[in-house]
């Protein structure tokens, strides 16, 4: 993992360096990540240029070293989102490079990631492309499946489709049609993974029944031809664990149902621009203030009058480490009761956040899908939500 050093009192890490550490599911994890510190603290230690103003904080850096080297948390070290081939609205910010995903993989590989969710627009990369930007896709996502890691999961999503009210059965058919291309690309190039998940439609809008119906057109044609590939399948309302508790699993063997969450969203979504006014608000923490008496903003005035308002005011309900161990556990209740298996493919918050809150949030999230025996990808590697610098 490449790591920055963004001040001198103390060796500075990514946030994932420092979540995985903190949350590395083995003694021997946490003693090798503590060891890699270990190296890099000496290693910067010979520099002239840092070395004197390093000089007084050996003690305090070793405690810490020490202290998460023998923490006793037994959280998983969760899946993660790896984003830029769905970000075909700003082709500046396309990812379309071999070598970026080389390096990522192996970054994550090493530090023992559960798995990959890759984010992808399909539709654009198969159709609407030019030729060269085709030719380039086609190479690269051989590739990145040659990348993962054997026996971790390797999710590729569906994103940017246009699922309507009215045009969702045609929709639902070029869905199909892509993932089988896909599929064949793949197929050809002996590049099938056994590893190898579809997540056949990222947060789909429609009505509950229309998606229904448009996922079951995907799933028949994709099992037509490929029936034992694993597919994973969400509810409406942009996977809404709210919609999942009142979904009727599909009637097939071997899917996987998801949900994404970002509760609160005040919270985890506070000062991005693309959710509008009512997540003006910025500098709320998590949790909710208690015994650490830290003050919650003002709310901000954008906000008031928007739905912010209302969730601002229920925060000290939303905002605490209960309620998310509540709204977690009412979808384990839903997948026991059906006795399938759900995974969370989305999670995550915003760098708008503090990173102590950022940190917190994260710890709580996964350590609470780990508990529920739920397998949980964090949004996202780099970007608004990255916990990679």
């Known amino acids: 993992m490449d790591i920055k050093i963004k001040n001198i009192i103390a060796p500075q890490i990514s946030l994932l360096l420092a979540f995985h550490i903190l949350t590395c599911n083995s003694l021997k994890n946490q003693v090798l990540g503590t060891l890699r510190l270990v190296i890099l603290y000496c290693n910067l230690s010979k520099s002239n240029l840092i070395k004197k103003r390093l000089k007084n904080n050996y003690l305090l850096f070793f405690i810490i070293l020490l202290l998460t080297l023998f923490s006793t948390s037994n959280i998983h070290a969760q899946g993660m989102n790896v984003t830029g081939l769905e970000k075909t609205w700003d082709l500046s910010k396309t990812e379309i490079n071999r070598n970026y995903y080389q390096r990522v993989f192996k970054n994550l590989n090493r530090d023992n990631v559960e798995g990959i969710r890759l984010p992808i627009d399909l539709n654009y990369f ?15 996502i051989k590739n990145i499946v040659s990348y993962q890691k054997q026996n971790t999961p390797l999710v590729l999503a569906y994103f940017n489709h246009n699922l309507t009210h009215e045009n969702y059965k045609a929709e639902a058919n070029l869905i199909a049609k892509n993932w089988i291309i896909l599929l064949q690309i793949l197929e050809k190039e002996q590049a099938l993974s056994k590893n190898l998940f579809l997540e056949i439609a990222n947060e789909p809008t429609i009505y509950p029944h229309q998606w229904r119906e448009s996922a079951k057109i995907i799933i028949e044609q994709i099992r037509s031809c490929y029936p034992n590939l694993h597919l994973i399948v969400g509810s409406s309302n942009y996977n809404s664990i709210y919609e999942l508790s009142r979904l009727e699993p599909l009637p097939y063997e071997n899917i996987i ?3 994404h969450f970002y509760e609160p969203f005040i ?29 919650m903003p003002d709310l901000a005035p954008q906000a008031k009058g928007t739905p912010g308002e209302i969730n601002y005011r229920d925060y000290q309900h939303t905002g605490t480490l209960e309620a998310i161990n509540h709204k977690i556990s009412s ?43 739920i397998p949980g990808f964090i949004w996202e590697y780099e970007g608004n939500f990255g916990v990679y610098k």
């Open 331 to 373: 979808v384990a209740n839903w997948r026991d009761t059906y006795g399938v298996e759900t995974w969370c493919t989305e999670y995550g918050v915003t760098q708008n956040a503090d990173s102590e809150s950022r940190r917190k949030y994260l710890q709580k999230v996964s350590k609470t899908l780990k508990a529920y025996n």
């Open 126 to 140: 198969l159709n609407q492309a030019n030729n060269q930007e085709k030719r380039k896709f086609k190479k690269l």
């Open 267 to 295: 919270f985890t979504h506070q000062g991005t621009e693309w959710t509008g006014p009512q997540n003006s608000t910025t500098g709320i923490p998590f949790p909710f203030p208690d015994s650490t008496k830290r003050n």
């Open 257 to 259: 149902y998801t949900f």
